[in-house]
């Protein structure tokens, strides 16, 4: 089957490396759970509004944006070996990132760095900056039967170019978007990479025996 992948939230950890910046440079003691939504202006980090706007900004510039940043991202623990699992069960594996097409070097350069399987990665931007698109077209362009997204938005935008997906529109469980209902007609919701394999009918036992 052919299965789409976020990467932010899925398989790259920014979340801890957007913590750390923050707490560093701000002198603060923040957990990932302070990212109750997936936006992240509407989080609230200190009480003083101009700070938080400062910190956000920061975090986008340093962080988000930054190719340095995001060569040394730490990808999620098991996230590469679930990867690979799915690869030698037979499965296409497609990631589509709404990271800027200004990162598009930095993301191959870190798939490569950390060893992770992929048959295509679209690197497609910020929906409504020119010269960028958006994840939806790629869902039924790629026809993918699967995708899997820590932000709802994007996989409602996906349904809205494909409605029939074998394997389903998922949303990955984080902090940000745990508190979420969702319409089930549309969309599942999977905690982890297990869940991942568990949902593609791959065995436990394949997750205990495999090694990269």
């Known amino acids: 089957m052919k299965l789409g992948f976020d990467v932010d939230g899925i ?3 920014m979340a801890t490396a957007m913590i750390n910046h923050m707490n560093e440079k701000y002198d603060l003691n923040h957990t990932t759970s302070i990212f109750h939504n997936h936006a992240l202006s509407l989080n609230k980090y200190v009480e003083d509004e101009k700070l938080n706007k400062e910190i956000v900004n920061s975090i986008q510039e ?3 944006r930054n190719n340095e940043a995001l060569v040394n991202l730490k990808p999620y623990e098991d996230a590469i070996r679930h990867l690979h699992i799915l690869k030698k069960n037979g499965h296409i594996l497609f990631f589509v990132t709404s990271r800027s097409k200004d990162n598009e070097e930095a993301t191959i350069e870190w ?4 060893k992770i399987p992929f ?3 679209y690197v497609v931007g910020q929906p409504g900056v020119v010269g960028q698109l958006s994840k939806g077209p790629f869902g039924r362009a790629l026809n993918l039967d699967f995708f899997i997204d820590d932000d709802l938005p994007n996989l409602e935008e996906m349904y809205r170019f494909k ?3 074998f394997k ?3 949303v990955f469980t984080r902090p940000w978007n745990d508190w979420l209902l969702l ?3 549309k969309f599942i919701r999977l905690n982890d990479w297990p869940d991942i394999l568990r949902h593609m009918g791959i065995s436990s036992r394949a997750t205990k025996t495999y090694t990269i």
Do not use: P, S, T, Y
């Open 168 to 170: 389903g529109l998922a």
């Open 11 to 13: 398989v790259a950890d």
């Open 119 to 121: 048959d295509g990665l």
């Open 111 to 114: 798939f490569r760095r950390n």
């Open 183 to 185: 319409d089930a007609d």
């Open 163 to 165: 409605n029939r997906w």
């Open 62 to 64: 340093n962080v988000i």
